[in-house]
Every structure is written in structure tokens, then in C-alpha cells.
């Protein structure tokens, strides 16, 4: 049964879209905000109530979702004209769910709290289908007086893991997201070299899954958009840039130098500058199937 309170949602891109339909079909009263009119639509279809600006929306609800590209949008969003801060009540818990820069994080929710409000940090780790099924991931930073209350929420849409106070949270996707699509770019680079000397994809698979080598991509998402040639765009590859561009800024500012996860930005800006920047992150396996020649997939 869902929790009596109301909740919004500010920024309905894919993954603040699947966020909203997840909490609909939880129960949860819902209200909506998204800055280019439109995406709203399918939501109101299925119960959510519609704002015309985010102040309107802040008004509304007891606890505010924001999930939006990049840090310069999280600003806009809630500290800009007719943003959160604008129309938010005493008390109201806004929920940053974007993967931004650490510091502004740590900065927004510092004048989120000085307006008489509170803030965490709830960065998603999956893809929107994985929230649609109640499958995400979600790397909080939270006051610990504020964890009971945003728990229910986040648990009705995935796991929740506490990692620290405000800012932490999106830390830890940094982190995630480093790693991650670096392991997706190495996956690439391997079945690419592999495929130029003349090794079957299968052949690679069977070995690569049952070694040391052996990872969820090569198992799932990777093997299926290379053999149907279409890479769907659950998280695009213009946004793992993004991160990977937060991720060094990140460990630069802290000293820790990234000699093995370095290259993968180079694959990335290889993808967009191809055309691909829209495509999947796994689109970097086409790219170097283009500058080398190699096909994973025999036609």
C-alpha cells in the first residue's frame, strides 16, 4: 500500500519518465512537471496530475523528484526562476535523482536547506526498464533523519543503498558510472580485436562468459545489439560522455589519477563523432567496427 504522501516528479526525460509510471503503478498520488511540454502526456493518461512550472509542483507535494541532464539544469530547475525554491512549502524533501557533479549537489542542497526545506541525493543506477519493474537502484545521500521518509519511495521503485549524507549519493554513481562504462568499452575493444583477426562472436562469448573475463554486458545487453545491429538508446552515449567528463573532474579535484579507465572517453567522443551520440552507450562497439573493418556480426 503506498505511503500517504504526495509526491512529484520534475524532468520526465527517460529515466525521470520511467521514475513517474513506476510510483503510478505503486499507488503513490502523483504530480508532474517537465519543461518542454509534452512528455507529460502518457502520464496524466494514466492518473498524474500536470503543473505548468515547477514552483506550481513544489506547492503540491511533500516530496519532489528532480531528475534532469546536467548540473546547470538541477540549478535552473530548483533554484531559477519559477524553480522548486519558488513555490516549495516549509518541510518539503526534494529528491535529486540526476547524476551531476558532486560539489553542485553539495551546493543546491545546502540553499535547499536554507529556504526551510531538505534535500537528498537518490542517483539511479539501471536502466528505465529496470525501474518500470521495480529493479533500480538507487545510491542515496541522505540526512539520516530523512532516509525513513524518502525510503518507502525509492524501495517502491528499487533497492535502496545509503551511502553517506547529501552528495554522497551521486559520489557513488560517479563512481559506478566510471567503471561501468569503462567495462562496456574494454567488452568492445576485445570482440572488435577478435573479430578483425577472423574469431566467431559466439565462439568469443562462449569463452569470455566462462572466464575471468566474464561480466553482465557479455551476457546481456552487449551480444544483443550487436547481432540485431540496433543500438537502442537506454542510456545514450552522449550521456556516458557527460559522465565520464564528471568522473575525471571528480578524481582530478581529489588527486586520484584514472590511468585505466582514461580511454574510454576517447571510444565515447569516437561515437559521437560519428553520428552515434543518440544511439547506446554499446554503440562504441559499431564505431570501432567502422575505423577498423571488423565485423563482429558475419553478414
Given at each position: 500500500?503506498?505511503?500517504?504522501q504526495?509526491?512529484g516528479?520534475?524532468?520526465?526525460?527517460?529515466?525521470?519518465?520511467?521514475?513517474?509510471?513506476r510510483?503510478?503503478?505503486?499507488g503513490?498520488?502523483?504530480?508532474?512537471?517537465?519543461?518542454?511540454?509534452g512528455?507529460?502526456?502518457?502520464l496524466?493518461?494514466?492518473?498524474?496530475?500536470?503543473t505548468?512550472?515547477?514552483?506550481e509542483?513544489?506547492g503540491?507535494?511533500?516530496?519532489?523528484?528532480?531528475?534532469?541532464?546536467d548540473?546547470?539544469?538541477?540549478?535552473q530547475?530548483?533554484l531559477?526562476?519559477d524553480?522548486?525554491?519558488?513555490g516549495?512549502?516549509?518541510?518539503?524533501?526534494?529528491?535529486?535523482?540526476?547524476t551531476?557533479?558532486p560539489?553542485?549537489?553539495?551546493?543546491v542542497?545546502?540553499?535547499?536547506?536554507?529556504?526551510?526545506?531538505?534535500f537528498?541525493?537518490?542517483a539511479?543506477g539501471?536502466?528505465p526498464?529496470?525501474?518500470?519493474?521495480?529493479?533500480?537502484?538507487f545510491?542515496v545521500g541522505?540526512?539520516?533523519?530523512?532516509l525513513p521518509?524518502?525510503?518507502?519511495?525509492?524501495?517502491s521503485?528499487?533497492?535502496v543503498v545509503?551511502c553517506g549524507?547529501p552528495?554522497?549519493?551521486v559520489?557513488?554513481k560517479?563512481?559506478?558510472n566510471l567503471?561501468?562504462?569503462t567495462?562496456?568499452?574494454a567488452?568492445a575493444e576485445?570482440?572488435?580485436l577478435?573479430a578483425?583477426?577472423?574469431l566467431?562472436?559466439?565462439?568469443?562469448?562462449?569463452?569470455?562468459?566462462?572466464s575471468?573475463a566474464?561480466n553482465a554486458?557479455?551476457?546481456?545487453?552487449?551480444p544483443?545489439q550487436?547481432?540485431s545491429g540496433?543500438?537502442?538508446?537506454g542510456?545514450?552515449?552522449?550521456?556516458?560522455?557527460?559522465?565520464?567528463?564528471?568522473?575525471h573532474?571528480?578524481?582530478?579535484?581529489m588527486?586520484?589519477?584514472?590511468f585505466?579507465?582514461?580511454?574510454?572517453?576517447?571510444l565515447?567522443?569516437?561515437?559521437l563523432?560519428?553520428g552515434?551520440?543518440?544511439?547506446?552507450?554499446l554503440?562504441v562497439?559499431?564505431?570501432?567496427e567502422?575505423v577498423?573493418?571488423?565485423?563482429?556480426v558475419?553478414?
Amino acid at each position: 500500500m503506498a505511503e500517504s504522501q504526495k509526491i512529484g516528479v520534475a524532468g520526465l526525460g527517460n529515466m525521470g519518465s520511467a521514475l513517474a509510471r513506476r510510483l503510478l503503478a505503486s499507488g503513490f498520488s502523483l504530480s508532474v512537471f517537465n519543461r518542454t511540454p509534452g512528455r507529460e502526456a502518457p502520464l496524466v493518461v494514466r492518473g498524474a496530475v500536470s503543473t505548468a512550472s515547477a514552483a506550481e509542483l513544489a506547492g503540491k507535494v511533500d516530496i519532489l523528484l528532480t531528475c534532469v541532464p546536467d548540473g546547470p539544469d538541477v540549478e535552473q530547475l530548483i533554484l531559477g526562476k519559477d524553480g522548486v525554491l519558488a513555490g516549495a512549502r516549509p518541510g518539503l524533501l526534494v529528491v535529486e535523482c540526476s547524476t551531476i557533479d558532486p560539489l553542485v549537489s553539495r551546493a543546491v542542497g545546502e540553499k535547499v536547506r536554507a529556504a526551510g526545506c531538505r534535500f537528498a541525493d537518490a542517483a539511479v543506477g539501471g536502466l528505465p526498464k529496470n525501474i518500470d519493474a521495480g529493479q533500480g537502484v538507487f545510491m542515496v545521500g541522505a540526512l539520516e533523519s530523512d532516509l525513513p521518509i524518502v525510503r518507502p519511495v525509492l524501495q517502491s521503485m528499487g533497492q535502496v543503498v545509503h551511502c553517506g549524507p547529501p552528495s554522497y549519493g551521486v559520489a557513488m554513481k560517479l563512481v559506478n558510472n566510471l567503471l561501468s562504462q569503462t567495462i562496456q568499452a574494454a567488452d568492445a575493444e576485445a570482440l572488435v580485436l577478435g573479430a578483425k583477426f577472423g574469431l566467431d562472436l559466439q565462439v568469443m562469448l562462449k569463452v569470455l562468459t566462462a572466464s575471468a573475463a566474464d561480466n553482465a554486458v557479455l551476457r546481456g545487453r552487449l551480444p544483443e545489439q550487436v547481432m540485431s545491429g540496433k543500438y537502442d538508446a537506454g542510456f545514450t552515449a552522449r550521456l556516458a560522455l557527460k559522465d565520464q567528463r564528471l568522473a575525471h573532474d571528480f578524481a582530478s579535484r581529489m588527486g586520484v589519477p584514472l590511468f585505466a579507465l582514461s580511454q574510454t572517453r576517447q571510444l565515447l567522443t569516437l561515437a559521437l563523432a560519428q553520428g552515434r551520440g543518440d544511439q547506446s552507450v554499446l554503440s562504441v562497439a559499431a564505431a570501432l567496427e567502422d575505423v577498423t573493418g571488423a565485423k563482429l556480426v558475419k553478414e
